[in-house]
């Protein structure tokens, strides 16, 4: 054998060690992408629950597998085996969830561990279906894999260390795991694509618990294999380099029609030839055509799909959301109403600085009979030295005989209130109907002239918070009745034309006119 030919040989046998080595040891060659690193920098800043609300093909699960597998050994083999950000040491119990056994369980979840975990550290046992379900690693860690189908009373009583939801779990057996979980100081993951489950949105993503870790704004396009991939198909068809990043952006969009692709891509003599193998190749392009309209933004996005067709998207509590601040006795600040029959009632707030800007600085959800409505609106005004001289009402409170009869009044609600509100200087009128102009003005607002916001929220507005981040458009293309009482408020509030100057002029009408002839 020439010196040459032994040197390839050898070289083959080294690089087949090297790859059986990495196969066995996978794992230490995990290579977090930036939103899987995030996950394990929540854990480590000391979130005790992550939620990561991502769309398919991102490597929800892998990323999820790997993480899992290296709680049970109790560090990092690709990080130079830091601590495993679940940060107990071994042994410990760690229970994984899936929504059923043959599909979830069987052929996504398991073949994922399987992966990761290195060869020769675990034994597992199988359930009846065959599923490897129960895994012990050397170190006597334990794995054990359930399926939301599993009677609640099951998920009752576990005390372990950490728990991986790959897809929303019901609330009931949240409720159960998170119990054991607490008692332990363990900590729970996540990794869903939101079409199911709103509960988590509300409770969890939505609420102010300094525990919850959320990783969202992932798109299907944030998988660099699959960019990458396609990327590469793209510049081997003859694509620039430029042209083919026009080309990504524009399916990123979500404008990847297969007419509106093959307009783009024409050649000059009208051949389609070009748009069809492309087309056909890129294979993100494909599963976006293939999902249901309803489900894209939960599948590409990583959007909770009842929140599709969002009213307010334009809302982020990062920006609209600050502390509270005393409001100067001359801004002005104006009360707005919304009267029901079965619910509480929605009080608004909101006062208006020099430069226009608006500010929802106060609320009251609860059911009060007309008299009690306008001594909280008097009582907030005297305690706080609000500049409070208008008022607005639900137009429908005039002639609310029904609702006025129940309580056994005479009057209707516009007019026990307003002669309430007259005798503390505070003219009553009925607000604007117009949901269109008044939802355009409070888009304008959020996003604001050359994007700086004019509308901020108080912290403690917590009802109005909610609202704006479930009020959803219905199938008619118009907002719902649901989740809108104080966006109702809100938007009939920008219908006030309230500014600053304005309520100066206001209050030189005033000098001139009682109040009760106003009124």
Not at 405 to 419: A, C, G, P, Q, W
């Amino acid at each position: 054998m020439s010196e040459s030919a032994a040197l390839e040989t050898k070289l083959k046998e080294v690089l087949y060690k090297k790859n059986k080595l990495k196969e066995q040891n996978l794992l230490y060659y995990f290579k977090p992408y930036p939103y899987q690193q995030k996950i394990i920098d929540s854990f480590n800043a000391g979130k005790k629950l992550v939620i990561m609300p991502a769309p398919n093909k991102v490597g929800k699960t892998a990323g999820a597998a790997a993480i899992i597998i290296s709680w049970c050994l109790g560090y990092e083999p690709w990080n130079n085996n830091h601590q495993s950000c679940l940060g107990i040491n071994p042994p410990v119990k760690i229970r994984i969830t899936g929504e059923d056994w043959l599909h979830h369980v069987g052929k996504t979840i398991v073949p994922e561990l399987k992966k990761w975990a290195p060869k020769g550290t675990y034994t597992t046992r199988k359930n009846n279906q065959g599923i490897e379900y129960f895994w012990e690693f050397n170190n006597h860690s334990t794995l054990e894999l359930m399926t939301y189908d599993q009677e609640d009373a099951l998920f009752e009583g576990w005390l372990g260390h950490g728990w991986w939801a790959d897809e929303p779990p019901p609330r009931s057996k949240y409720s159960g795991m998170s119990r054991g979980l607490f008692t332990t100081g363990g900590k729970m993951f996540f990794s869903m694509t939101p079409l199911k489950e709103a509960w988590i949105l509300d409770e969890l993503i939505l609420s102010d618990r300094t525990d919850v870790g959320v990783i969202d704004g992932i798109s299907v396009w944030d998988n660099p294999e699959l960019y990458g991939h396609d990327f590469n198909v793209l510049a081997s068809a003859g694509f620039a380099p430029q042209e083919a990043h026009d080309f990504m952006q524009i399916s990123k969009a979500l404008k990847d029609t297969k007419e509106y692709l093959a307009n783009w891509l024409l050649d000059e003599d009208g051949n389609t030839d070009r748009f069809s193998v492309i087309y056909n190749k890129l294979k993100i392009e494909r599963f976006v055509n293939d999902i249901p309209e309803e489900e894209r933004s939960a599948r590409l996005f990583g959007q909770f799909k009842h929140l599709v067709g969002l009213v307010l998207k334009e809302f982020n509590k990062d920006v609209h959301v600050i502390e509270p601040f005393k409001i100067p006795t001359d801004w002005p600040v104006v009360p707005m109403i919304d009267l029901h029959l079965n619910t509480p009632q929605a009080i608004s707030f909101y006062a208006k600085d020099k430069v226009d800007r608006t500010y929802c600085i106060d609320e009251i959800w609860e059911n009060l009979p007309p008299e009690e409505i306008a001594d909280e609106i008097i009582r907030k005004k005297n305690l706080n030295s609000w500049n409070i001289t208008r008022a607005f009402i639900d137009p429908l409170s005039k002639g609310d005989s029904a609702f006025m009869k129940n309580r056994l009044y005479v009057e209707d609600s516009f007019t026990i209130i307003k002669r309430r509100l007259a005798a503390h200087g505070i003219y009553l009128d009925v607000a604007s109907k117009d949901k269109d102009s008044g939802v355009r003005n409070i888009k304008n607002q959020l996003t604001g002239v050359n994007k700086i916001p004019s509308l901020f929220f108080f912290n403690n507005c917590k009802k109005h918070i909610w609202e704006i981040q479930r009020w959803i458009y219905g199938d008619d293309g118009k907002p719902k009745k649901e989740f809108d009482h104080f966006e109702e408020n809100l938007y009939r509030f920008t219908l006030t034309g309230t500014t600053y100057k304005s309520v100066e002029l206001y209050r030189e009408t005033l000098k001139h006119a009682q109040i009760g002839d106003l009124a």
